[in-house]
């Protein structure tokens, strides 16, 4: 399958991850922890350039936590995908089915409980150190919670329809991406972010709609092989930029 549109979705896909509400109302407490600064000392107006050469730091490492595991996911699913070769088109359309199911739930319009369970991988001491930054987001990858499971299985899901361990990788890189550089930007701006957190907070359920309806879309798109139609239609006009 032709995929000159899906590094922007993966991408897309990233940021509702991190916009979602079990990460976005959380970020405060994941600097705090991945840094070992307290929170008094993140907001502090003293010292900022200390603080901030530990933040970025701490950060990027946690980044590449998280960003390792979901490529390595996103080439395991493709993997599978090319060695399932033969079933690509029934792989498709039950892949589009569980989107959308996945869409409805983020909308709150279907209830799974098994979706509603976290399966974390954590510790109760940061290890220390930058490598202990990187663990900690391997953790976090690992940590299948309600509302980011379903947007990343939905890339793994078109990953596995690529037949292209490439293709995969780049998937994932997006998605790493977007869900990634707004967490560092937040990161280093924490005093901006908590003034700003309330005012989105109130939009939160917005947010969840936002995000079922992104995957219904996605969903009926790879259900429909639409994809296909749609990056030929940019790949005549000199679009595309990414090949399976």
């Known amino acids: 399958m032709d995929q000159n549109i899906s590094l922007f979705i993966a991408f897309g896909a990233g940021f509702l991850s991190f ?19 307290s929170f008094q000392e993140l907001t502090q107006e003293f010292d900022r350039g200390r603080i901030k050469i530990i933040t970025i ?3 990027l490492l946690f980044i590449a936590g998280f960003s390792t595991i979901f490529i390595l996911l996103g080439a395991s699913a493709s993997f599978a995908g090319k060695i399932l070769h033969d079933y690509q088109n029934v792989i498709r359309k039950a892949g589009g ?7 409805l739930y983020i909308m709150g319009l279907l209830r799974w409980s098994f979706l509603s369970r976290e399966a974390k991988i954590g510790f109760t001491r940061k290890p220390s150190g930058l490598w202990g930054s990187y663990l900690v987001g391997n953790a976090f990858a690992m940590g299948w919670t309600a509302c980011v499971g379903p947007i990343l299985g939905t890339i793994l899901l078109y990953a596995s329809t690529t037949g292209s361990v490439g293709s995969g990788i780049k998937l994932l890189t997006a998605y790493s991406l977007g ?3 707004p ?3 937040t990161s280093l701006a924490i005093n901006s972010f908590l003034v700003h957190f309330k005012k989105v907070q109130k939009h939160m359920r917005l947010i969840q709609i936002i995000s079922g309806i992104f995957l219904l879309a996605v969903g009926v798109l790879i259900f429909t092989n639409y994809f296909s139609i749609i990056s030929s239609y940019l790949q005549s006009w000199g679009i595309g930029w990414m090949r399976g």
Do not use: E, M, R
Request: contains cysteine; proline residues 9%; charged residues 5%.
């Open 19 to 37: 916009i979602a509400p079990c990460v976005l109302p959380l970020l405060p407490s994941y600097v705090s922890y991945i840094t070992g600064l």
């Open 57 to 59: 730091k701490h950060s």
């Open 97 to 103: 089915i569980l989107i959308i199911l996945f869409g």
């Open 179 to 181: 869900l990634g550089l």
């Open 183 to 185: 967490l560092f930007i």
